[in-house]
């Protein structure tokens, strides 16, 4: 436990503010994991570890539940204990675009599998924990190895249309994804379980008190010092480690000094407060996701990708753009007095190997708008888009639907009220990515 003569008021709360920004994303994945995997009472429960859960519909406004939803695809997820043994995913041969990332805890992703990465052919791939130290089967396409001992898997197959058929095919596809423990793929005995942990129950205020400490020590103890963690991560663990946060799951604040609680809570309030400011400064969200090596330490990305959406893709799978203020520089834009356009020149739509689009969300909660046409996105899939007389493409960003019919076929449906677009391109060009293609401007009318 804290020892106020050894580490001094300034330390405490500059390493709880680092720790608060550090295990944002950690905690966020709990929150997912706890009502997906432990809390059998949640409406989202799929059943525990090793069960994947399907989504079969487009989101609408009343999925609340999700944030910054992408209805190009359809997400297939499930979550991994790997403290035991190792996993297989077995995908099936086809010609969807489909993308399935292994999410750490906190975020990251240690692996990608799917039409960019590799192929469009069947194919069973090994995810195996930081504690194994066997040899992989015979029969596997790849192997990925992760630095925690429980990820988020998270897939995505391209949604073609929304008839009751489309919808079907999808779910034909779905359906052959598969999870098997690796001594179900191999044929061998099972492994001795991991002993059970006492999860500790999920409440959304921890996020705002010091008991977010008392998870993020708890979490860390799947989360062990490895190699090639950044020095970044080990400093912080050996300062959180100087506050009685190790990895246990012992850390009591209730047997805090007076003194040192308020430099906690104190510590705990400056990270909200530099996650805000982050936040209200973003100006794309193209960078924001990818590997352990690309962004491991940048502890304050992480938890902006974490508040926005905290299973998002890397750039080179996909690139996110982000309209978050208009070419006056009003931040957030607003629909409820202005309308606005975004407009592509000639031969200038976003490169794109497989799709793109682009959705309007509700600020500040980040969800779809309710519309007339139930249209949340526009982009490659739109059918009955109208050309510019130059070949150009006009989009109309704009609560109320426009009178002019071609104006009408373009519409992007915007809240009345503060919005943002983002950008997806799936399979982004090189010109995207080194940023010679740059999305054009948000423009008032």
């Known amino acids: 436990m804290v020892n106020p003569a050894l580490v001094d ?151 073609t249309g929304t008839t009751p058929a489309d919808l079907a095919a999808l779910r034909a596809v779905q359906e052959q994804y598969r999870l098997r423990p690796l001594h179900e793929y191999a044929g061998t005995p099972a492994p001795a379980p991991a002993p059970e942990p006492v999860w500790p129950v999920w409440r959304d205020e921890v996020l705002e008190s010091v008991e977010f400490l008392t998870f993020l020590d708890f979490l860390l103890g799947f989360f062990p010092l490895t190699d090639g963690l950044p020095p970044a991560e080990t400093g912080l663990r050996g300062r959180l480690t100087d506050l009685g946060i190790d990895g246990r799951g012992e850390f009591e604040p209730a047997v805090l000094p007076l003194e040192v609680r308020a430099e906690f809570d104190r510590g705990i309030a400056d990270g909200r407060a530099r996650l805000t400011r982050a936040l209200a400064e973003l100006r794309d969200s193209a960078q924001l996701f990818g590997t352990r090596e690309q962004l491991g330490a940048d502890f304050l990305r ?22 978050a203020a208009d070419s006056e520089g009003r931040r957030p834009p607003n629909a409820s007095d202005r309308d606005h356009v975004i407009r592509f020149a000639p031969d200038a739509l976003p490169p794109a190997r497989f799709f793109w689009s682009a959705t309007v969300y509700a600020l500040p ?49 915007a809240p009345d009220g503060p919005f943002a677009v983002v950008l997806r391109i799936h399979g982004p060009e090189a010109s995207v990515l080194d940023g010679r293609w740059q999305p054009p401007p948000l423009t008032p009318r």
């Open 365 to 413: 909660d980040h969800r779809l708008v309710d519309n007339t046409l139930d249209r949340y996105s526009v982009g490659g899939h739109t059918p009955g888009l109208v050309r510019d007389a130059d070949g150009g493409l006009t989009l109309y960003v704009q609560h109320k639907r426009p009178a002019n019919a071609d104006h009408s076929a373009n519409w992007l449906p």
């Open 9 to 159: 008021p300034a330390t405490i709360r500059a390493t709880v503010a680092e720790a608060w920004i550090r295990g944002h994303p950690l905690l966020r994945t709990y929150r997912a994991l706890y009502a997906q995997a432990l809390d059998d009472a949640d409406p989202g429960y799929v059943g525990g570890f090793g069960v994947f859960r399907h989504t079969a519909r487009p989101a609408t406004p009343a999925d609340t539940g999700a944030v910054t939803p992408d209805n190009d695809t359809l997400p297939s997820q499930a979550w991994l204990d790997l403290r035991a043994e190792p996993w297989v995913l077995s995908v099936p041969a086809q010609d969807r675009y489909h993308v399935f990332a292994v999410h750490e805890l906190d975020a990251l992703h240690a692996g990608l599998i799917g039409s960019r990465t590799t192929g469009q052919d069947a194919g069973n791939y090994l995810v195996a924990g930081p504690d194994w130290q066997g040899e992989p089967p015979p029969g596997l396409k790849g192997v990925i190895r992760t630095a925690t001992r429980l990820v988020a898997l998270v897939g995505h197959t391209r949604l």
């Open 302 to 323: 992480q938890a902006v990708a974490a508040e926005l959406g905290p299973y998002g893709l890397p750039a080179e799978e996909v690139w996110y753009g982000r309209w």
